[in-house]
């Protein structure tokens, strides 16, 4: 039987559709409107696309949209002036600043100027500290987006065994944490584990976030386990003309597909659900600051 795709683009517009829901829900019954402004420093030509597509998925659910463009040579104090000005607005609910930052930026010092509250990229010290002793916090949204996939395919999470291939602040380390409080048996692996392929083929569900393209093959996977590639690699593809490239995972999606019960392909997989989460962690950040209800099925 080859594995069932796991379509992330078609789970994050389910996503999406909920989080309109709710942002129309808030608009008729409170008279609020969940706001999230973008910060962009330089003109990293990625990042300006990612920026792109967060303001028009934000407009799109009815949410009100802010976005900041900086120069690339902007000061430290008066990126943290910005994002100060935001902390304080109330009609602002979330605040990410796009990385990467210019070199001369200390990210971490910029990261934690932000509202642990407004934080919805869950990168700020204290809700990294929150989600590992597991309280409420704001979760980072790739691994947010990755377990609400493994919620839907499976139903309940307890008592599985998951590998996460990466350890990672951004991924690997929070997507650990989500997957214990969903009461699975975590084992974080890496480019250095010893005995690697025999660690990852006892797992049940295997996360692959190491940045390594195709690293992981289907001879690693157990018969019917779960593959989540968070991977987002560019791969030298001349068969389509000169100069021209090809996405490819962190596992050789061919190979684990023939072995794996499930797996998401790249592109089409975790990526599309990374801003869906954004949508979803800034209305959950709006229902808090309002002391309402937060949406149900939207957070971890």
């Known amino acids: 039987m080859p594995a069932t795709i796991i379509n992330g683009k078609a789970f994050a517009a389910t996503v999406r559709g909920q989080v309109a829901e709710h942002v129309t829900q808030l608009k008729a019954d409170h008279g609020i409107t969940p706001g999230l402004a973008v910060v962009l420093v330089g003109e990293d030509p990625a990042s300006q696309v990612y920026v792109r597509s967060k303001g028009k998925q ?10 900041h463009k900086l120069d690339a040579d902007t000061s430290e104090d008066d990126l943290l002036a910005v994002i100060d000005q935001l902390n304080t607005d109330p009609k602002i609910h979330g605040i990410l600043v796009q990385l990467p930052l210019p070199k001369h930026l200390d990210e971490d010092l910029v990261i934690n100027s932000i509202a642990p509250a407004k934080d919805v990229d869950g990168f ?5 500290g929150l989600l590992g002793t597991g ?21 309940s999470l307890s008592g599985m065994d998951a590998v996460v291939i990466g350890r990672s602040n951004i991924v690997g380390k929070p997507m ?21 392929p025999d660690v990852v083929r006892r797992a049940d ?8 393209p ?11 386990a779960t593959v989540i590639d968070v991977g987002i690699n560019r791969l030298d593809a001349p068969e389509k003309g000169e100069g021209k490239t090809r ?10 597909a023939a072995v794996a019960g499930a797996i998401t392909p790249v592109p089409g997989g975790v990526g599309p659900m990374t801003i869906a989460c954004l949508l ?21």
Do not use: F
């Not at 309280?135 to 139903?155: A, E, F, I, N, W």
């Not at 195709?214 to 019917?224: F, L, N, Q, T």
């Not at 995972?249 to 190979?255: A, C």
């Open 58 to 67: 934000t407009i799109e659910v009815g949410m009100k949209s802010v976005e």
């Open 124 to 128: 700020h010290i204290s809700n990294v």
């Open 135 to 155: 309280q409420k916090s704001m979760v980072p949204c790739t691994p947010l987006g990755c377990l609400m996939m493994l919620r839907d395919h499976h139903g």
């Open 176 to 196: 650990a944490q989500l997957l214990l409080g969903d009461s699975c048996t975590v084992t974080i692996a890496h480019s250095r584990t010893k005995d690697l």
């Open 205 to 212: 569900i295997v996360v692959a976030a190491v940045g390594r």
């Open 214 to 224: 195709e690293m992981v093959p289907g001879d690693w996977i157990k018969p019917g």
């Open 247 to 256: 996405l490819v995972g962190d596992v050789d999606y061919d190979s684990c």
């Open 280 to 300: 979803a962690n800034t209305v959950t950040a709006c229902c808090r600051a309002n002391g309402l209800p937060e949406p149900t099925g939207l957070t971890a």
